[in-house]
């Protein structure tokens, strides 16, 4: 079984992206990790090359800066690396640049992959999702952020990434039918010293909106405040051992009141009504579970 890892990134010093810890989380289960590297204003391109080279394979891309809407810059860059995995993958492990694999999911990963592997009914594998914030002690608990999302995918040239490349789709512009596994990815784009977070808004929202929506939308600030948030609650676990050194290096603090609950009205009333029915209200599923 040949297994191929792809992800891409630009300015990771600068926005303080997780990358290296992000690549080494799924170097154990891949053959060989292809990194779409854009031009960037720091070393991250050198930073990429400081990680085990024997595993890795680099492209070097140049970012449109005039797709300014929905993100779609993302989705093309994330084309570009899929499209350097060979032909003979079976199978596809994406990962962003702030998303890590915790080695507890090794297993679940491989045996995931084995089991179906030649049931091309099978077009993806759906993992399960941790979104931290503020600090490596919280999660978000709203129901905003995704549950699940798709991050291992068949080598097929009619699959693409779809919309700011959150997952996938099977041309014209169909769902890709998935098997939710036994695997969690921990989301670690909402902890980062917060100028660092403070500049990658400006830069991230760049992909979304003219500049005119930024300056209006996008504090003017050399901090993010990470304060304006509905509901967290507290992460009683333990983190993959890649972030260790990431995690004792923080030189931030951020305290949340878990009493403090700002949930908008309309998630309450889905929360009531979901309860009742046993399924989730409105959730957003970008793939059908086979």
Same mark, same amino acid.
């Given at each position: 079984?040949?297994?191929?890892?792809?992800?891409?990134?630009?300015?990771?010093?600068?926005?303080?992206?997780?990358?290296?810890?992000?690549?080494?989380?799924?170097?154990?289960?891949?053959?060989?990790?292809?990194?779409?590297?854009?031009?960037?204003?720091?070393?991250?391109?050198?930073?990429?090359?400081?990680?085990?080279?024997?595993?890795?394979?680099?492209?070097?891309?140049?970012?449109?800066?005039?797709?300014?809407?929905?993100?779609?810059?993302?989705?093309?860059?994330?084309?570009?690396?899929?499209?350097?995995?060979?032909?003979?993958?079976?199978?596809?492990?994406?990962?962003?640049?702030?998303?890590?694999?915790?080695?507890?999911?090794?297993?679940?990963?491989?045996?995931?992959?084995?089991?179906?592997?030649?049931?091309?009914?099978?077009?993806?594998?759906?993992?399960?999702?941790?979104?931290?914030?503020?600090?490596?002690?919280?999660?978000?608990?709203?129901?905003?952020?995704?549950?699940?999302?798709?991050?291992?995918?068949?080598?097929?040239?009619?699959?693409?990434?779809?919309?700011?490349?959150?997952?996938?789709?099977?041309?014209?512009?169909?769902?890709?039918?998935?098997?939710?596994?036994?695997?969690?990815?921990?989301?670690?784009?909402?902890?980062?010293?917060?100028?660092?977070?403070?500049?990658?808004?400006?830069?991230?929202?760049?992909?979304?909106?003219?500049?005119?929506?930024?300056?209006?939308?996008?504090?003017?600030?050399?901090?993010?405040?990470?304060?304006?948030?509905?509901?967290?609650?507290?992460?009683?676990?333990?983190?993959?051992?890649?972030?260790?050194?990431?995690?004792?290096?923080?030189?931030?603090?951020?305290?949340?009141?878990?009493?403090?609950? &700002?949930?908008?009205? &309309?998630?309450?009333?889905?929360?009531?009504?979901?309860?009742?029915?046993?399924?989730?209200?409105?959730?957003?599923?970008?793939?059908?579970?086979?």
């Amino acid at each position: 079984m040949k297994v191929y890892g792809f992800t891409i990134i630009r300015n990771a010093v600068k926005l303080d992206y997780p990358v290296v810890e992000a690549i080494k989380s799924i170097l154990p289960v891949c053959d060989e990790v292809i990194v779409a590297v854009g031009k960037s204003d720091d070393s991250t391109l050198e930073l990429i090359r400081s990680i085990d080279f024997s595993k890795i394979k680099i492209i070097e891309t140049v970012w449109d800066e005039k797709q300014r809407e929905g993100g779609r810059t993302l989705a093309l860059e994330t084309d570009k690396a899929f499209a350097a995995i060979p032909d003979d993958a079976d199978w596809c492990f994406y990962l962003q640049a702030d998303e890590v694999l915790h080695e507890k999911y090794y297993s679940s990963v491989k045996n995931a992959m084995l089991l179906y592997k030649d049931d091309t009914r099978v077009e993806g594998l759906l993992f399960n999702y941790k979104h931290f914030y503020g600090s490596y002690d919280y999660l978000g608990s709203s129901w905003s952020w995704y549950r699940h999302e798709i991050r291992i995918i068949r080598k097929n040239n009619f699959f693409f990434s779809y919309k700011d490349a959150q997952g996938f789709r099977k041309m014209p512009n169909e769902k890709l039918n998935v098997k939710l596994i036994d695997a969690t990815i921990y989301h670690y784009g909402w902890v980062r010293d917060p100028r660092a977070m403070q500049r990658k808004q400006r830069e991230f929202n760049q992909l979304y909106h003219d500049d005119q929506w930024i300056e209006r939308h996008v504090a003017n600030s050399n901090e993010f405040d990470y304060s304006q948030i509905d509901s967290l609650e507290y992460f009683k676990g333990s983190h993959p051992k890649v972030m260790e050194e990431r995690i004792g290096r923080l030189n931030w603090k951020f305290d949340h009141d878990l009493s403090k609950n &700002r949930l908008a009205f &309309r998630e309450r009333l889905k929360r009531i009504g979901s309860s009742l029915i046993g399924i989730r209200i409105g959730e957003y599923r970008n793939y059908k579970i086979v």
